[in-house]
């Protein structure tokens, strides 16, 4: 018995141009998540790669002592990027400095979000909107003749091994890393910047909260440093996250740099910037992902703007 064939009609067709539709525009407003999956997965796989890659040759935390190139291998570094955590607001806020960072609470209309997520179909637009209704350089009070700073949080080391949306707090100053000594190094310069001791400084000065730095007058351009027991300096820096306008899984953060009136709370001045990440999953042996701020000709460089704002007072006009 042959099967009947049901003829195409006009309507069928009408059909399948509106299925054909619906789905380009679907792949329009949503490309990652039809084409690869979103920046946050992507991290994900990456880090997955690196895992059975380690695991493929017995290093990282898959070493073997029995295994002949133990020694050799134990030095390599090329598994590293499997302890780095996910991004967790909830253990910054366990230590005081980051407890005190979201403290803060910034003047209107700053202390709410201009735009929203849910209001923009794709991650492209709503990074857009961030840099341009949300990008921050602005300076409520001009402060001259500013002897010294003082670095409120600081990286827990010097050079931290990183992977951007994926597990970055953004410090708003445009770096991954903020060399405080750049503040006295660079000029107009501070005659002095203090800090908290990072935990690879903490053997080296034990029982003590800070640092301060000066310029050595016995050795130019170089720095002495010493312990203190106490912050001297009336005004300050500190950074934060902006977890209410990230979108990390799709690659979405920023950061507030934040000027302050140490003893009265004053906020003189906050930088903020925000960056999107893209993850190259080309390479199965590391994770390689960039990270692109957002676009503005009149930015200037994060120490030219806390100096803009705090003004050294060997700068004095």
């Known amino acids: 018995m042959r099967a009947e064939s049901t003829p195409v009609t006009s309507t069928m067709r009408g059909m399948r141009k509106i299925w054909i539709c619906v789905f380009l525009v679907a792949g329009c407003a949503a490309p ?6 979103t920046v946050g997965e992507k991290f994900r796989k990456a ?6 890659r380690c695991k493929e040759r017995k290093i990282g935390p898959y070493l073997d002592p ?22 967790d607001l909830k253990t910054v806020l366990a230590t005081p400095e980051g407890k005190f960072a979201y403290s803060i609470q910034l003047p209107p209309p700053l202390d709410k979000p201009r735009v929203r997520r849910s209001d923009y179909r794709s991650a492209e637009e709503y990074f857009e909107a961030l840099c341009q209704h949300e990008l921050v350089e602005t300076t409520f009070k001009k402060v001259k003749d500013v002897d010294g700073i003082a670095v409120l949080r600081v990286y827990p080391t010097p050079y931290p091994i990183t992977l951007g949306s994926y597990s970055d707090e953004s410090n708003g100053t445009g770096m991954a890393i903020a060399p405080e000594e750049r503040l006295i190094l ?24 800070y640092l301060r730095f ?22 300050a820096s500190i950074w934060r996250g902006t977890p209410s306008m990230d979108d990390r899984q799709d690659g979405i953060f920023g950061g507030e740099l ?19 990440d893209e993850v190259n999953l080309d390479d199965r042996s590391r ?6 701020p957002c676009p503005n000709p009149k930015r200037i460089e994060y120490i030219q703007f806390l100096k803009n704002v705090l003004v050294p007072a060997q700068a004095k006009e």
């Open 32 to 37: 990652q998540g039809l084409f690869g999956g």
């Open 47 to 52: 880090l997955a790669n690196v895992d059975t």
């Open 66 to 87: 029995t295994d002949p190139e133990y020694r050799r291998k134990s030095a390599l570094t090329n598994c590293d990027v499997l302890k780095i955590k996910p991004f």
């Open 186 to 209: 660079s000029p107009p310069s501070f005659q002095f910047v203090e800090r908290p001791l990072r935990l690879d400084e903490q053997k080296k000065f034990p029982g003590v909260a």
């Open 214 to 235: 000066e310029k050595d007058p016995d050795r130019p351009g170089r720095l002495s440093v010493r312990p203190i027991d106490h912050l001297s300096a009336t005004y």
């Open 258 to 276: 934040i000027l302050l009136d140490r003893k009265s709370g004053e906020i003189v001045g906050i930088r903020r910037t925000f960056s999107r």
């Open 287 to 292: 994770v390689r992902f960039w990270s692109l």
